[in-house]
């Protein structure tokens, strides 16, 4: 079955940079959309970018040009890196399937990440 591991989360002050990863398993990870969302605290849990199984990406408006989504399919793995953090990045960071029909049902345990002002 599917299995995705995320990692990398931290503590970070504002302005400084972290590098999400995302080990996945248990199904063809090359042919996959994949995706990270995001998790604030009270908050439901939103996308915040996408990449297609050819590297084509995608972001959402909040995250746009200080985030960069990528993908080695040898490695069977997802990265965000993060740059510019703000304290509204503040959040517990998954991978899933970055689909038109939505993520899997199944969920990692997220990478926590903390941005202090």
């Known amino acids: 079955q599917v299995q995705l591991v995320e990692s990398g989360g931290g503590l970070v002050q504002a302005g400084g940079s972290l590098r999400l990863s995302c080990a996945a398993s248990g199904y063809i990870f090359r042919f996959i959309p994949m995706g990270w969302y995001r998790q604030a605290p009270g908050k439901q849990r939103e996308l915040v970018a996408t990449?297609?199984?050819?590297?084509?990406?995608n972001y959402t408006d909040p995250v746009k040009g200080r985030f960069t989504i990528s993908r080695d399919n040898a490695r069977n793995t997802v990265y965000l890196q993060m740059n510019s953090l703000k304290p509204e990045d503040t959040a517990v960071y998954y991978c899933?399937?970055?689909?038109?029909?939505?993520?899997?049902?199944?969920w990692g345990q997220g990478t926590q990440v903390t941005v202090s002002s």
């Open positions: 899933n399937r970055g689909t038109p029909s939505g993520p899997w049902e199944y």
């Open positions: 990449i297609t199984s050819g590297g084509r990406s």
